[in-house]
Nanobody, 121 residues
Framework: LQLQASGGGLVHSGGSLRLSCVVS????????IGWFRQSQGKEREGLLC???????YVGDSVKGRFTIARDNAKNTFYLQMNNLKPEDTAVYYC?????WGDGSDCWGDSWGQGTLVTVSS
């Protein structure tokens, strides 16, 4: 499977952006999915993950602002980011993930290349 992320760019604080991740070589509906990010000098951080049966992991830093959605017919999933803040500046990665059944944690398995999001103040 290959994952291709897109949609990053420069946005002002308070703005919105939607990232996309196209999956090729397989059927997206079979896999749990997630979004992660890595800021300069920091470890990669899990943001949002969703399993095939709807269990969700939501990182504290994005609760109420970011949402994850999937379109299995298009083999694509998305990260909708609202009310962006300068501290959201990072390289964002999409991934196929593993999750605990209760959604308490998720970790990446297959990764797309990153897409840079820069939020200006």
């Amino acid at each position: 499977l290959q994952l291709q992320a897109s949609g990053g760019g420069l946005v002002h604080s308070g703005g919105s952006l939607r990232l996309s991740c196209v999956v090729s070589g397989g059927t997206l509906g079979y896999y749990p999915i997630g979004w992660f990010r890595q800021s300069q000098g920091k470890e990669r951080e899990g943001l949002l993950c969703v399993s095939t049966d709807g269990a969700r992991y939501v990182g504290d830093s994005v609760k109420g602002r970011f949402t994850i959605a999937r379109d299995n017919a298009k083999n694509t999933f998305y990260l909708q980011m609202n009310n962006l803040k300068p501290e959201d500046t990072a390289v964002y990665y999409c991934a196929l993930v593993h999750m605990w059944g209760d959604g308490s944690d998720c970790w990446g398995d297959s990764w797309g290349q990153g897409t840079l999001v820069t939020v200006s103040s």
